[in-house]
């Protein structure tokens, strides 16, 4: 497959499974054989495309929404398993704490061509790779204590503060570096097989970063922190379908114009990174791009925060100016997609159309209302994704378990396939309903393929706990659900 080509130019579908979800040995899901299981089995069911949340190093909670680097793969998805057959590792040292092993093990055996790929890899990455490294070898010295409870020299990046631990992190920085080396030649290996099974890879990057993080460490006068690099406001979003409060996601907030007195470069490095390892990106929280949802940092909840403009079309000229001439873009457009769920008013949907980014229709937000709901499919669009529900919603199983009266009739009018008896149970009306949108690209959780209900949702919005945990199972994927998937996506011209 030509990666060059325009991922929206034919009809597509494809499953959304988070990478740590995949089924394997360890404590989540990686980057080894079991994630080169799931290519075969997504292009045995016709699907061309495999939908991602963020694969960044996470906090303790698990959230890749949160992650500590945009730029950085999460070390915990890297397998223990090709580094023992590369000789790195013995069998009996890949448990816990392998990543230091394997560092050692390379150091003493790696040949010629595998130190010269590690030379290469840190010359190539170093933009980001060594800010990173001392981060995460600071934060482990700090005793996980967020950077700006860190020493004031080191929270404000003092040169000579930054390099005597450099000095005195020396080991440490280089297996950061070497945890990412080894992250990025899985994360090569998977991206080749899935350019040779014809699968695309979606990823998905949150519109803000985490305040914890590399990024805001390094850059935070590109956001609305004080002089001791707390918030002054937070990003979240007013109530709604989710949480009667609203959600209060505590991410700091951009400074937009210190970003566009630099013409936009970091936020172009930021796309253009994700893009190196990804054939299309979702941009998590379009809607920001208009105006944000600023919530006072002192303030318990979102209720009392304000709308606030943000940098609107000339982020994305400055995106479509950088990337689209060097070859990032595909097909004359940003290969991106625009989360566009919630409260979506006319100038966020004129700015997503401008610049030609499909946008979100999801099945479960369809039904209980009137004909004039836009996740109905006949309102659906061509430049648009398709999804039963997302990785927030319940699996559509239990979603639909749980209909009220109302909802309950309106769906089984509207999809009559969908009454007890008359066709193939739930969810697959709902998947039919999804593969035969006119949207070009159609996406379904990998729970709805395999017909699970209640205790299989992957996140529940607003909440703290619990989530994140779910873990796929091979034989929840069964050659009947797989085989059927084949035959609908053949059928609406999507294979």
């Not at 920001?288 to 919530?295: P, R, T, V």
Request: neutral net charge; contains cysteine.
């Amino acid at each position: 497959m030509d990666p060059s080509r325009d991922p929206f130019a034919r009809r597509r579908s494809g499953l959304l499974l988070h990478l740590a979800s995949l089924p394997g040995p360890g404590p989540a899901g990686t980057l080894g054989p079991e994630a080169h299981r799931f290519l075969e089995l997504l292009a045995g069911a016709g699907q061309t495309v495999w939908q991602m949340l963020p694969v960044g190093p996470t906090h303790a909670d698990g959230s890749p929404y949160q992650c500590l680097s945009d730029h950085a793969g999460h070390p915990a998805f890297v397998d223990p398993r090709p580094l023992v057959e590369a000789g790195w590792l013995r069998p009996e040292e890949a448990g816990p704490g392998f990543l230091g092993r394997a560092w050692e093990g390379f150091r003493r055996r790696a040949g010629p061509e595998e130190r010269a790929a590690w030379e290469a890899f840190r010359a190539a990455e170093g933009w980001w790779l060594e800010d990173y490294a001392l981060f995460m070898a600071l934060r482990e010295a700090q005793g996980g204590r967020p950077w700006w409870t860190w020493p004031e020299a080191l929270r404000r990046r003092e040169p000579s503060a930054l390099a005597r631990a450099r000095r005195e992190l020396a080991k440490a920085l280089e297996l950061r570096c070497f945890e990412q080396f080894l992250f990025h030649r899985q994360w090569e290996a998977l991206r080749a097989a899935a350019r040779s099974r014809g699968v695309l890879l979606f990823g998905d990057l949150p519109v803000f970063v985490a305040h914890d993080s590399v990024e805001a460490w390094t850059r935070p006068e590109l956001l609305k922190l004080d002089a001791e690099g707390r918030p002054e406001v937070v990003a979240g979003v007013p109530p709604d379908y989710f949480s009667a409060t609203g959600q209060r996601w505590g991410n700091p907030v951009y400074r937009w114009e210190a970003l566009a007195a630099e013409g936009y470069r970091w936020w172009i490095r930021r796309l253009e990174s994700q893009l190196r390892r990804f054939d299309l990106v979702r941009i998590d929280h379009f809607r920001g791009f208009e105006a944000c949802w600023e919530i006072p940092a002192h303030a318990p909840t979102a209720q009392a925060g304000r709308w606030v403009p943000g940098p609107g079309d000339a982020l994305f000229e400055a995106l479509e100016r950088h990337l689209l001439g060097s070859g990032a873009g595909r097909g004359g457009r940003l290969p991106v997609v625009a989360e566009d769920l919630g409260l979506i008013t006319p100038e966020v949907e004129a700015l997503r159309r401008r610049h030609r980014l499909p946008g979100m229709r999801v099945l479960q937000f369809a039904f209980g209302g009137g004909a004039d709901n836009p996740h109905l499919p006949h309102r659906h669009e061509l430049e648009a994704v398709a999804y039963t529900g997302t990785h927030d919603n319940d699996t559509t199983l239990a979603w639909h378990e749980a209909l009220d009266p109302g909802a309950r009739a309106h769906l089984e009018a509207y999809l009559p396939e969908a009454r007890p008896g008359a066709g193939l149970p739930m969810p697959w009306p709902l998947i039919r309903a999804a593969l035969a949108s006119v949207a070009v690209l159609a996406v379904l959780p990998v729970q709805d393929v395999a017909g699970l209900g209640a205790g299989h949702r992957l996140n529940r919005p607003g909440t703290a706990e619990g989530n994140w945990r779910w873990r796929l199972r091979w034989e929840w994927l069964g050659e009947e659900a797989l085989g059927r998937l084949r035959e609908l996506t053949e059928l609406y011209g999507r294979a």
